[in-house]
C-alpha cells in the first residue's frame, strides 16, 4: 500500500509540477520508520490541492522531499460537521477521534457540562490522531480540534442556519435518522453527545428553552457515549 501524507502544500502552476521539502518528522516517518528510499512512491494531500502521486527526491540521512508527479483526486468541499461532546477518558476518546474522522467529522468541539469528567487532552497528540486516521481513511482533510467550551455558551453560540440535533437517552424524541431526513441535507450540522453521567435537568431545561436545537433519540437502548458518537456520526454520513 502506498505511503499517503497530509501536508501543508499548494500547486498554483498545474504545468510545472512542484517539489515539495518535507518536515524533519515527517523525513524520519518515512526514512526511519518506513524505510523508504529515494524514488519509492508516495501520496500527498490536502483539502486545497487535493490528492497528488508523487516519488522520493533528495534524499540524506535526515532530509528528502516529493517531486509530484500527477494529481489523482480534484480538492472537494466538505460539508460541516461538527461533533459536539464532553471528554472521555483517554481510549474512549481515542476511538471518538479516529472513528469521527472516519465519518466525516470537520470539527471536533469538547464542552464542559455539569457532570463531564475532567480529564487532560494534549491537543499535539490529538492532532497527530486526526492526522492518522485521516491518511488511513482516505479523505483529503484533516478533521479541526476547537478549544473548550461551557455547554450553555456553546449553545448561544450556534449559528440559526445551522443543524443542531443533541441525543437525549430515556426520553420521548424520534429518531435521529428520521429527523435528519426531513431536514435539508446539504447544511451545516451539529451533533451533540453529553457526558458518561448524562445532562443535568438544568441543562436539559435549558435545551428546552431553545428551539433551534432538536433532541433526537439513538435507539432503544442507553448507549455509551463513545457509541453515541459513533451511531451519530454514522448517521449524518449516510443521509449526506
Not at 515527517?26 to 502521486?53: F, I, P, Q, T
Not at 461533533?83 to 474522522?101: I, R, W
Amino acid at each position: 500500500m502506498t505511503t499517503r501524507l497530509y501536508l501543508s502544500f499548494q500547486v498554483n502552476d498545474k504545468t510545472q509540477l512542484d517539489k515539495i521539502v518535507l518536515p524533519a518528522d515527517e523525513c524520519h516517518y518515512l526514512l526511519r520508520v518506513l524505510r523508504l528510499k529515494a524514488g519509492d512512491e508516495v501520496v500527498v494531500y490536502n483539502e486545497r490541492a487535493g490528492e497528488w502521486s508523487g516519488t522520493l527526491v533528495n534524499v540524506t540521512k535526515s532530509s528528502c522531499a516529493v517531486q509530484l508527479q500527477k494529481i489523482l483526486r480534484q480538492p472537494i468541499v466538505e460539508p460541516f460537521t461538527r461533533l459536539v461532546y464532553a471528554p472521555l477518558k483517554h481510549d474512549a476518546m481515542s476511538l471518538v477521534f479516529e472513528k469521527g474522522t472516519e465519518l466525516g467529522v470537520t470539527h471536533f468541539q469538547p464542552i464542559t457540562t455539569d457532570f463531564s469528567q475532567k480529564y487532560n487532552v494534549h491537543n499535539d497528540k490529538v492532532t497527530r490522531q486526526l492526522k492518522q486516521a485521516s491518511q488511513q481513511c482516505e479523505r483529503l482533510s484533516v478533521p479541526e480540534l476547537l478549544d473548550p467550551m461551557p455547554f450553555s455558551a456553546f449553545l448561544e453560540s450556534c449559528a440559526v442556519e445551522e443543524l443542531v440535533f443533541i441525543a437525549m437517552e430515556r426520553s420521548n424524541a424520534r429518531s435521529f435518522t428520521e429527523t435528519l431526513a426531513r431536514h435539508d441535507r446539504s447544511a451545516p450540522c451539529t451533533f451533540i453527545v453529553g457526558p458518561e453521567g448524562g445532562f443535568s435537568k438544568a441543562e436539559k431545561d435549558l435545551v428546552e428553552r431553545m428551539p433551534k436545537i432538536s433532541c433526537v433519540s439513538l435507539g432503544k437502548t442507553v448507549l455509551r457515549a463513545e457509541t453515541a458518537v459513533i451511531v451519530g456520526a454514522g448517521a449524518i454520513s449516510m443521509l449526506r
